[in-house]
């Protein structure tokens, strides 16, 4: 299993990432922006956190026209896997690849804590080991996760079981941090091949570190 | 020439920053103040006589960069 992690200028979760599939058994490649292609045995593209180009402009919106983005379109298209966390989620919405927005949170305010989330969908790579309704425990780090969809975007992505996890409490009560459409907290294509969330499963990797929940997440892709 | 892009989010998506500075101004006392919205604003030169084409090539960099189109919505002004 080959996890390859994209790095832009103000990256800085592509490390973490790195350390949590290894830990996990995979080998991974650290891939530079400038990049015009990706490793050809890439099983797993991963865009990682930070704040790529400073969030000048739009949080990801200068990303998107890195060289490497037209490798990450074309792997996509075929069906590649990606992964967007934090910052790579805002890469992939503005890029097109994923639905939605994501604004500035409801409070104005960076959130930086641990979140519990609901799984509201596993019939994908990525949440197959999780059962629906699991309540997980996942640090949360950001300042625009606040996501936006209209509402016929909304109707499609619960059409097709787009939405993968929701902002909860520990009881599995709806808990909204940033003000996001239904408390949505990561979504995936609607051929489920491209998927996106704020919160940092790779910072959830070890008990010490306040929870491990975040391997049974990133395991799905190693199945 | 000179053109002026404003970016603001669209009618209907929640504007917080444009909120926030309205209770502020409240606060301040300022209470005829009816609605606030929080934008930006993009100040170009560019290389180009031609008004129409000016304006239709900001047009495709308001679609393709300085405006997310899903939740903004932009004006153009060309200043003479």
């Excluded at chain 1, 103000?10 to 949590?20: P, S």
């Amino acid at each position: 299993m080959k996890v390859s992690i994209l790095q832009f200028p103000g990256t800085n979760c592509e490390y973490d990432t790195k350390h949590a599939f290894e830990s996990l058994g995979a080998t991974t490649e650290i891939v530079w922006h400038k990049s015009e292609t990706i490793p050809a045995d890439t099983d797993l593209l991963v865009v990682a956190g930070g704040f790529s180009y400073g969030d000048y402009l739009r949080s990801g919106a200068i990303a998107k026209f890195s060289p490497v983005m037209k490798a990450v379109k074309a792997y996509a298209q075929n069906g590649g896997k990606v992964l967007g966390i934090c910052n790579g989620f805002q890469v992939l919405t503005e890029s097109g690849l994923l639905p939605g927005a994501l604004k500035r949170n409801e409070s104005l305010h960076f959130l930086s804590k641990h979140h519990h989330l609901k799984v509201q969908n596993n019939d994908n790579d990525f949440l197959m080991l999780l059962e629906k309704g699991d309540v997980i425990n996942i640090p949360i780090a950001h300042h625009d996760g606040n996501y936006y969809i209209d509402e016929a975007g909304l109707a499609e992505l619960y059409a097709n079981n787009q939405v993968l996890l929701t902002y909860c409490d520990a009881n599995g009560n709806e808990l909204n941090p940033n003000g996001s459409v239904d408390a949505i907290a990561g979504v995936c294509n609607k051929s489920k091949n491209v998927f996106g969330l704020m919160p940092h499963p790779e910072r959830a990797m070890e008990l010490i570190l306040g929870s491990n929940d975040g391997i049974k997440m990133l395991q799905g892709f190693l199945k | 020439m000179k053109v002026i892009v404003n970016v603001f989010l669209k009618n209907g998506v929640l504007d917080s920053q444009g909120k926030a500075v309205h209770h502020a101004l409240d606060s301040l006392h300022f209470n005829n103040v009816a609605d606030v919205r929080v934008g930006k604003q993009i100040v170009m030169k560019l290389n180009e006589t031609d008004e129409a084409k000016a304006r239709e090539d900001v047009t495709k960099m308001c679609e393709e960069l300085l405006a997310n189109t899903v939740i903004e919505d932009y004006t153009i002004e060309i200043a003479k």
